[in-house]
């Protein structure tokens, strides 16, 4: 061959080479996913994750290879509360502590939930606390206090969602009904059962279909805590939220709530902590799994906030055992929280943010 041949064949091989990686990167760095699931470990620092990798090695969270952190102070307070810092992450917009998807002036902030829907997609969420608690309420609601929650059922009930998995069953039934935690007639279960399969019962939500779906626990307004070995675990109402929502093929949006790693913060209970983490580590595995096999999911994994001030001093990361820890407070703290990624896109939730940049992001690749 001639030198000059050689060279031209250099060129165009070069050219070739860079092509591909020009397409290759583009795939995963700005990549518009078809699908987007945000998993939110309510209170979930970075003690907290490690109390999970303490008794569990691997976690599915170390199957990520993206992360960063996130501040997340809300427009009044130092230390956010989970209305404040799930309308940052639901709709790209700060504001005071207690109020659901608006400005503290009033001013309705769209939900990356009510996007989904506009371009034709499903939107479900999953909780393991109240579906009408301030963290799943932040994508399906909008009010002025996380407090009007008998409200924030009727606007659920009005919504166009797809699955809508959790409890909080007390504000979906009329005050006539013993264990309502409503103070009028309105029945926005009703509502839901006109339009949607409505599970009341573990066996029910066995037996629901893959199509539109809601289920929350009849007679109580709690979802029983991972430890009580309940027969519906948080990775189950995720794997059906996925044959649900999976139907459309134009994609969907899905929240899962790991709701009570909050509540063994504000309990200051390791063990309660460690449960509810391992328990929504395995919704991660679920999801994961989903989002490996379809490769045009963006998964996303972050917190709302720290719950506790939670720090660990002594234990064996071998033997699966922590020994010494503590916690500042009963409330919540202002550290920064984890943010893992996966699929398309995912390059652009790592490094240090605010939370509001998750927020902004995702609805970006949904312009
Ligand atoms: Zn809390």
Not at 43 to 57: D, E, K, S
Not at 60 to 82: A, Q
Request: aromatic content about 8%.
């Amino acid at each position: 061959m001639r030198k000059k041949d050689i060279s031209q064949l250099a060129i165009i091989g070069a050219l070739i080479l860079l092509v591909i990686l020009l397409l290759v990167t583009r795939d995963t760095v700005n990549k518009q996913p078809r699908n987007i699931i945000l998993m939110i470990g309510d209170g979930m620092g970075v003690a907290q994750v490690t109390t999970g990798r303490i008794y569990r090695h691997p976690m599915h969270l170390e199957r990520f290879n993206t992360m960063g952190l996130i501040t997340t102070y809300s427009t009044n307070r130092f230390t956010t509360d989970s209305a404040a810092s799930g309308t940052a992450l639901a709709t790209g917009y700060k504001t005071d502590n207690g109020v659901i998807s608006m400005s503290p002036q009033g001013e309705v902030y769209p939900t990356i939930a009510e996007r989904a829907k506009k371009l034709g997609k499903s939107a479900g969420v999953v909780a393991t606390t109240g579906i009408t608690h301030a963290t799943p309420a932040v994508f399906i609601s909008h009010v002025k206090s996380r407090r009007m929650q008998d409200v924030i059922a009727e606007q659920i009930a009005d919504g166009p969602w797809d699955v809508l998995f959790g409890a909080g069953w007390g504000y979906f039934v009329p005050q006539s009904v013993e264990g309502s935690l409503r103070t009028d007639d309105k029945s926005p279960l009703d509502i839901l059962k006109s339009k949607m399969q409505v599970a009341l019962t573990p066996e029910e939500f066995k037996a629901l279909e893959d199509k539109r779906a809601a289920a929350m626990l009849e007679r109580t307004n709690y979802f029983p805590k991972a430890s009580d070995n309940f027969e519906i675990t948080l990775e189950m109402m995720t794997r059906k939220a996925l044959d649900i929502l999976s139907n459309n093929n134009k994609g969907f949006f899905l929240m899962v709530e790991g709701s009570q790693i909050d509540w063994g913060g504000h309990d200051n209970d390791m063990e309660y902590i460690r449960d509810e983490i391992l328990a929504f580590d395995d919704a991660v595995g679920a999801v994961l799994d989903f989002a490996k096999e379809d490769k045009n999911t963006l998964v996303i994994v972050t917190a709302d906030h720290e719950t506790g001030g939670m720090t660990l001093l002594s234990g064996d990361f071998e033997k699966h055992e922590l020994v010494g820890y503590d916690f500042a407070i009963k409330g919540h703290s202002g550290v920064m929280v984890p943010v893992f990624s996966f699929g398309p896109s995912a390059a652009l939730f790592g490094g240090m943010q605010d939370n509001t940049d998750i927020g902004k992001k995702m609805l970006r690749l949904w312009d």
